[in-house]
């Protein structure tokens, strides 16, 4: 999962305005292809909200993977959250 809006230039996405907000994950297990298997990178000037993890477990090559958040504000519940939240 990678929330990351990317562009040729940077002050384009400083000036466009995306804001992502209210978006579930849920149910979701697996294997993921890097470590860090969540990555929320939002920018500062529009930061996402509402972002909630529903019991998600992933792996990488057999071992816990890793969550990122840059800009991100939410929540983690159910009975398993996996990689450890950064919400």
Known sequence: MNEYVSFDHLEELQASGIK???VTYKDIHGTSATQVAVKFDCSKKHPC???RME???LTYRNRLAY???RNVDGTASGTS???QSCL
């Open 81 to 83: 959250v996996q990689p």
């Open 67 to 69: 969550a990122s958040c």
């Open 20 to 22: 992502i907000s209210n």
């Open 49 to 51: 909200t509402g972002i």
């Open 55 to 57: 019991d998600v477990k």
